[in-house]
């Protein structure tokens, strides 16, 4: 496959966490627009694929490489990614406390506008994009007051990610399980917000267990990862056929010419 | 993370510069003739000496304390100075036109102008060099509000009847080892002094800087806030970076009359010391202040200095209704060592105080919060809360809390609070991952951690403990 319009390209990717390998031999390349759906039995890599691509301390990539944008990722520091345009929406989001939301969003997108080049919001025109973005995904504008996730129950703070992602525009985000510990009203307010956000430049990797969160973010591919690679790709049909059928079937296939259809 | 915030602590002590001054310096050592000599100097009337002399040999028959969360090896108080002075204050300049511009240049590059036309506007300094007290701003305008603002050597001269009834009022000659060999060997130090009814018309602030090799720094500070008065008082102090440790034993007292309010402020940031712990200031102060009637008094300090800290600003609650507060940020990396907390003493009724109490660590340092709430038999309906949380950056440095309560009144309520957390690699992480770097971050965390305490800063020192902060973390991480 061409580097050629080409956001993300990952070849070969091999990656350990203390010492253990996770990724063995991963490769995915992902145009502008695209969503990409990462699906999964528990342990296949499926958060590392994650960690890995943000620059997470803890998780060595041993050999492969990975391009944004033509750039070398795995050269940058976690910071540096993020103001290429990388975002991690965490599985667990972390709480600052006394750092308010506000606070942070605004250090967060000076830092990356800096890096980039671009002037600096005054805070006035910074606070009118937060507050649209807190009514994006259903917060009252009083969590920019509140310390970062402090308090914040598991929806809230899944929808909290998600301000941040809209606040950030970055050109690639990964969700990873966003969906984990939601119920159906909290999930479709967190997929209006990713769709909301789908354009013919951004492109996501939609990290997730199950097929529910694909009836609300359709992806354009669906990936199986099991043990460190992709075993089986396919378009949004595969989700659903794994719903039905688990992913044991999976680990009898024959060969690898037979998951290339 | 914890190779890189070894790196940190190779930072630079911004305030470690030495001076070009000459000084008068006594040889190392004490003893009476020394204490005499001290007086003499200082021109002082006799009773004074015989204070001094009274407090010298009180003090001879008392031992060093080693009760606290502190390890250094024992002070030889034989080889430290007890008075220097710049020769150019010999003369005791009228104006500031005769004062040493190296002094001046001192205090400037300190970010502490003098200089009328550069002023802090607002604030009015006494700036404290070595043993005496080099200029004190202001004075004019603050003696038409009747405000009395003066080094305290002057006081002695000037206001016999002020310091006779309060010096050693609050914190009494035999209270410890360290208060009793400051009002042996006292040099300077600010005297306040706010009129019945007054509110005093700007922030008073006294700057203390050590600047001549091998000496001690005794200052002894009073402040009396006359019924229905109010003051905002504020403190700075830094040293030169040295490899010997410098020993620094303050007193201060605070004096709240009915219906009275001081508030006092400290920004410390003494030398701390290099990495591997050589030099620094050894801080022991003692600070108290008695709350009359419905008075109040309030302490707040961000101490991010000195080799080791051992401080614990007080509240006596003596009238009914008064109360008491402490706001304290501490800060120790490297090997620093503080051992800082506070006491509330309540003895009237309806008293209440507040203390929240944020003690971070880096390095290989160590931070105690040491505090004592008690409730006297007669503090009927006495209320006391108290905060306590402790930060960690980093896996090799410790956090202590030693809260005692000695409660005799049923009636009195008394709550604590307590928590010790991490700045953890989920929330570096989590900033990096949003696009920033890990310093700004670490500031970032350590500011939310001590907004509390920020808040009840004047704005201006608000800004540079911030500041401080910051610089103090640089490097900490990455």
């Known amino acids: 496959m061409s580097n050629e319009n080409t956001l993300l390209s990952i070849k070969d990717l091999h990656a350990s966490v203390e010492e253990k390998n996770i990724l063995k031999g991963l490769n995915l390349d992902i145009k502008p627009g695209e969503v990409h759906a990462i699906m999964g039995p528990n342990g296949a890599g499926k958060s590392t694929t994650g960690y890995v691509l943000s620059g997470r301390d803890g998780y060595e990539v041993d050999s492969g490489s990975v391009t944004l944008d033509g750039k070398d990722l795995l050269e940058m520091e976690v910071e540096e990614r993020a103001c290429a345009g990388l975002f991690l929406a965490f599985q667990y989001p972390v709480e600052i406390p006394g750092v308010s939301n506000l606070e942070f969003l605004k250090v967060a997108v000076d830092a990356q506008r800096q890096a980039r080049g671009e002037e600096a919001l005054t805070s006035a025109e910074f606070l009118k994009m937060a507050k649209e973005a807190c009514k994006q995904v259903n917060l009252p504008v009083s969590f920019l007051k509140r310390g970062v996730n402090e308090g914040f129950s598991g929806g809230e703070k899944k929808r909290n990610e998600i301000m941040q992602m809209i606040l950030l525009k970055p050109k690639l985000c990964i969700l990873d399980e966003t969906d984990s510990g939601l119920d159906i009203d909290a999930m479709q307010v967190v997929a209006n917000g990713v769709n909301s956000q789908r354009d013919s430049e951004r492109s996501f990797i939609v990290v997730t267990h199950y097929q529910r969160l694909l009836d609300y973010i359709k992806p354009d591919f669906v990936h199986v990862l099991a043990d460190g690679k992709i075993v089986k790709s396919g378009d949004a049909s595969l989700a659903k056929e794994l719903e039905e059928q688990g992913y044991s079937w999976l680990q009898t296939e024959p060969t690898e010419d037979e998951l290339e259809d | 993370m914890t190779e890189q915030i070894d790196k940190a602590l190779a930072r630079e002590y911004e305030a470690g510069f030495v001076s070009a001054v000459e000084s008068e310096t006594f040889e190392p050592g004490l003893d009476e003739d020394v204490i005499r000599r001290i007086s003499e100097v200082k021109g002082e009337p006799e009773w004074m000496l015989e204070w001094r002399l009274k407090a010298f040999r009180v003090w001879q028959e008392m031992e060093e304390p080693d009760w606290a969360h502190l390890s250094y090896p024992k002070i030889d108080l034989q080889s430290v100075s007890y008075y220097s002075a710049p020769k150019s204050m010999k003369d005791k300049p009228k104006s500031l036109d005769e004062v040493d511009p190296e002094l001046l240049r001192t205090y400037e590059k300190l970010g502490i102008p003098l200089v009328e036309q550069q002023m802090l506007a607002g604030i009015a300094v006494d700036a404290v060099f070595d043993s005496v007290s080099v200029v004190t701003t202001f004075r004019e305008k603050l003696e038409e509000a009747g405000v009395i603002f003066c080094p305290i050597s002057e006081a002695v001269h000037k206001y016999p009847d002020l310091i006779k009834k309060y010096i050693g009022s609050v914190v009494p000659t035999k209270d410890n080892y360290f208060a009793a060999l400051n009002c042996a060997v006292f040099t300077d130090g600010s005297f306040v002094y706010i009129p019945k009814g007054t509110r005093c018309p700007m922030e008073l602030s006294t700057y203390f800087r050590i600047n001549e090799q091998n000496t001690g720094q005794f200052e002894r500070t009073l402040i009396i806030a006359d019924e229905g008065s109010y003051v905002s008082y504020l403190e700075g102090c830094t040293a030169p970076q040295r490899d010997e440790n410098q020993l620094h034993a303050a007193v201060v007292e605070l004096v709240a009359m009915d219906n009275a309010e001081i508030k006092y ?49 007080s509240c006596v609650l003596k009238g009914d209704n008064s109360v008491g507060e402490f706001y304290s940020v501490a800060l120790t990396r490297g090997r620093q060592q503080a051992d800082t907390g506070t006491k509330m003493i309540h003895i009237g009724k309806n008293t ?78 989590l900033c990096r991952q949003r696009g920033v770097d890990p310093e700004k971050a670490v500031s970032m965390i350590v500011n939310g951690f001590c907004k509390e305490v920020f808040k009840e800063l004047p704005m201006e020192f608000a800004v540079e403990a911030g500041k401080l902060l910051e610089i103090s973390l640089e490097g900490s991480v990455g």
């Not at chain 2, 701390?272 to 302490?299: L, Q």
Request: glycine share 10%; charged share 20%; aromatic share 10%.
């Open chain 2, 352 to 429: 209440k105080s507040t203390i929240i109490s944020k003690g971070i660590s880096a390095g290989k340092s160590n931070n105690s919060y040491r505090g004592l709430v008690r409730m006297n038999p007669g503090a009927e309906g006495a209320r006391n809360f108290t905060q306590c949380d402790s930060l960690l950056i980093g896996d090799q440095c410790g956090a202590h809390t030693f809260p005692y309560v000695e409660s005799r009144n049923p009636s009195a309520i008394v709550e604590h609070e307590a928590t010790t957390s991490k700045v953890s690699d989920d929330q570096l992480f």
């Open chain 2, 265 to 313: 402020s400290t920004v410390q940031n003494w030398y701390p010391g290099d990495e591997e712990g050589k030099g620094g200031i050894y801080n022991f102060v003692t600070k108290r202040g008695v709350c009359h009637t419905n008075a109040k008094i309030s302490w707040t300090q961000v101490e991010t200095g000195s080799a080791v800290t051992w401080k614990y600003p």
